[in-house]
């Protein structure tokens, strides 16, 4: 994995404006206590008011240079919504993003990507997934979808980064070893689960896997974060290994 992000970061910039501004639009008149079906433990409220908190931890990470901060303003002020405590918080991180450029060093939490750009993808990723949790509970439905683009590039993210680097991290071991190959419209990526962890890698259209798990581009990226449930993805061979990728990547990104 080389962590370069398979979107230009000018069209990540783009998405976390809009996913963003989305996010925050979509939770107005909402109860605020709507319960978030594929995020346990939160509610719509809390999802808008973490999002705006996330902007703010990594905008001060980045003007301090040095390890992880410990304070910045984690809630909405006395008097101001959540919604606008969202606002403020992105318009601060789109400032700072946009005045450097995505290659130019800065601090992060993986290894192999340590340029703004990192932040670029992640936050539009952060963005995109939370604010289709906010419009699934807001409306009971999934109002609106994921751009074919950004669903490969978010496909890409989850397995390098959380797969991957997030779970070694976790020191996590494994009941299921072998490949899944994960299909996504015209592009494939192979999972590697072993007792020594695990790897993933854009494969080529003949690679061979123990299992295989097929979706559109916008499905598998839903299905991938847990957005999904797990039968609303096509399985073939080894059952039990599309069932550990899923269960490892909730470990993962929870």
Not at 217 to 226: A, E, K, S, V
Request: overall charge negative; glycine content about 10%.
């Amino acid at each position: 994995m080389t962590g370069r992000a398979l979107a230009d970061h000018g069209r990540l910039l783009e998405v976390l404006e809009l996913e963003g501004e989305l996010l925050a639009s979509s939770a107005r008149g909402a109860d605020p206590e709507t319960v978030i079906k594929y995020a346990p433990g939160m509610t719509l409220g809390e999802t808008v008011r973490h999002v705006g908190s996330v902007y703010r931890m990594v905008v001060s990470w980045l003007r301090s240079g040095g390890g992880v901060p410990t304070v910045w303003q984690r809630a909405p002020a006395a008097g101001q919504s959540t919604e606008d405590y969202l606002r403020v918080g992105l318009r601060g991180l789109l400032a700072e993003l946009s005045a450097h450029d995505p290659a130019e060093g800065c601090p992060t939490w993986w290894p192999l990507d340590q340029t703004y750009g990192f932040w670029y993808r992640r936050m539009a990723h952060e963005s995109t997934v939370h604010r289709i949790d906010v419009q699934q509970a807001a409306a009971a439905m999934l109002v609106g979808g994921v751009a074919e683009d950004i669903a490969f590039d978010g496909i890409d993210e989850i397995l390098s980064l959380w797969f991957t680097h997030r779970l070694e991290v976790l020191g996590v071991t494994n009941s299921w070893t072998g490949d899944v190959a994960v299909v996504a419209g015209r592009r494939r990526w192979i999972a590697r689960i072993a007792a020594t962890g695990t790897a993933s890698w854009q494969a080529l259209p003949d690679e061979p896997a123990d299992a295989t798990i097929t979706s559109d581009p916008t499905g598998m990226y839903l299905w991938l974060w847990g957005r999904r449930p797990i039968p609303t993805a096509t399985p073939d061979g080894d059952r039990a290994g599309v069932a550990q990728l899923w269960h490892l990547l909730r470990l993962a990104t929870h």
